[in-house]
């Protein structure tokens, strides 16, 4: 079974930058697609920026636009998701995980990370 692992979250002051990374224990395929989400105390899981592993191509919700950008390694099967000009709305805890199938919906993704914790203080 695949596992995905996030890490790099942490405190940061809003204005400040971060950058999670989303580690797979198997191979991710041209074909998979790595999303990341995040869920606020209180409030549903929501999309934040996908990437399609084998184009590279990307997709990012209106609320991140300009501030944060989805990468991927390739060879090591590793996705980042670096974010810069944070806000206190942007904390939450942030999962990345694979679909086979292009969406922005979590309902598609079938393999989920257990989370890592991001705080933008003022």
């Known amino acids: 079974q695949v596992e ?39 409030k549903e899981r929501e999309f934040v920026a996908v990437i399609r592993w084998g184009y590279g191509t990307t997709y990012y919700a209106d609320s991140v636009k300009g501030r944060f950008t989805i990468s991927r390694v390739q060879a090591e099967n590793t996705a980042y998701l670096h974010m810069n000009n944070l806000k206190t709305e942007n904390t939450a ?25 991001v705080t933008v203080s003022t």
Do not use: M
Request: net charge positive; charged share 10%.
């Open 4 to 42: 995905l692992v996030e890490s790099g979250g942490g405190l940061v002051q809003a204005g400040g930058s971060l950058r999670l990374s989303c580690a797979s224990s198997g191979r991710i395929y041209s074909s998979h697609l790595i999303g990341w989400f995040r869920q606020a105390p209180g």
């Open 93 to 117: 805890l942030y999962y990345c995980a694979r679909a086979n199938s292009y969406d922005t919906s979590p309902k598609t993704y079938s393999i989920w990370g257990q989370g890592t914790q």
